[in-house]
């Protein structure tokens, strides 16, 4: 066990020293264990063939700890969701953490633990990894960044692949991640169930992958949420995007947030909420699909692609009108990730 006279992480914690060599062996060794990691080399030696897809992200997200979630879990799932949405197997993330001086040695426990049970969920493994510690006041507590390796194994999904006619499906309901942390950050204390949507999405999108369905592009919808992935779509292949409002599943909580502090659900950022065009041939396969697995019980089709109005998303509203979905401007929420 890390030795029982620290509470808090000090310096030496990132000297190279005992304490460190204790910290790193002791929690980080022991939760995410594998040969490769505890090989102990400068470098991890991978076994790689075929095309591979490599991602890098940095998390920051305030609070640290909200419902669904905490930083740790959000860092597996946000590397292994930006591998998963290319079609790729996750298989090794590197992973780095800046702790601050004083951070409580229960919550980086607590943290650590959630990485592990994530990485679970998708079979990845840590296999190389640095710690630094900074004085009191130079950090937020702790940053972690985290790197993905994983083997495509379907290729062509891509934001330039979107088709005239395609069918645009969302997983499931949207804002989610975001709304928690609103409510996490401003401490409301509504009567509320409300939960953030963290999660690794390889599971659905094996499952998708292994049913043969024909995915022309997948995003996971984080900042800037569903406007944001549907008009990069639509730049991107040059096409337009038509979505009606009323099909577009949306909680009462998260609607009602929304109501609140004037957002709109759309720019709200989602952690385990995708967003895919397929054929309309396709579509009712890959419903049937989602629904059996992994919270996508609300998968739904949204919209369509059309060869009008390139380069522009249209949201139809129930009353009979439509207009522009731009893309966020500003930060509405910053470091929710």
């Known amino acids: 066990m890390l030795n029982k006279k620290f509470e808090q992480i000090q310096l030496s914690h990132g000297g190279g020293g005992k304490e460190m060599n204790a910290l790193i062996n002791d929690m980080f060794f ?3 264990a594998n040969p490769i990691l505890t090989s102990q080399e400068d470098s991890a030696q991978l076994q790689l063939s075929g095309t591979t897809a490599f991602t890098t992200d940095s998390f920051t997200v305030d609070p640290l700890f909200f419902a669904g979630g905490n930083i740790g879990k959000l860092a597996i799932a946000g590397t292994v969701n930006d591998l998963a949405m290319m079609g790729a197997l996750p298989e090794y993330l590197s992973c780095s953490f800046i702790i601050e001086e004083g951070f409580a040695i229960k919550d980086l426990q607590t943290i650590v633990t959630s990485m592990a049970e994530e990485m679970q969920q998708s079979g990845a493994h840590i296999v190389c990894g640095d710690t630094k510690v900074v004085p009191k006041g130079c950090a937020d507590g702790i940053f972690i ?21 395609d069918v645009i ?7 989610r991640h975001g709304a928690a ?8 204390s509504l009567e509320s169930d409300l939960t953030s949507d963290c999660a690794s999405l390889w599971p659905i999108v094996e499952q998708l992958i292994t049913a043969n369905i024909d995915i022309h592009a997948m995003r996971d919808a984080t900042r800037g949420g569903l406007s944001a992935v549907l008009n990069e779509w639509a730049m991107a292949s040059n096409v337009g995007i038509s979505v009606d409002e009323k099909l577009i599943p949306v909680s009462t909580e998260v609607q009602g947030l929304c109501e609140l502090y004037g957002f709109e659900p759309y720019d709200l ?12 041939a396709a579509a009712d396969k890959a419903l049937e699909v989602m629904t059996q697995y992994c919270h996508c019980d609300q998968a739904s089709i949204i919209g369509y692609v059309t060869d009008a109005h390139n380069g522009k998303v249209i949201l139809n ?3 009979g009108s439509s207009r522009y979905l731009d893309i966020p401007q500003g930060e509405l929420l910053p470091r929710i990730c």
Request: aromatic share 6%.
């Open 317 to 319: 509203t129930p009353w």
């Open 181 to 188: 942390i609103l409510m996490a950050r401003d401490s409301l």
């Open 269 to 280: 950022a989602n952690e385990g909420t995708f967003i895919m065009a397929l054929p309309r």
């Open 145 to 165: 960044n985290t790197s993905g390796v994983g083997k495509i194994i379907k290729q062509g999904i891509s934001v330039n692949n979107l088709q005239n006619d």
């Open 30 to 32: 022991t939760a995410f």
């Open 169 to 175: 499906i969302v997983s499931r309901d949207i804002g």
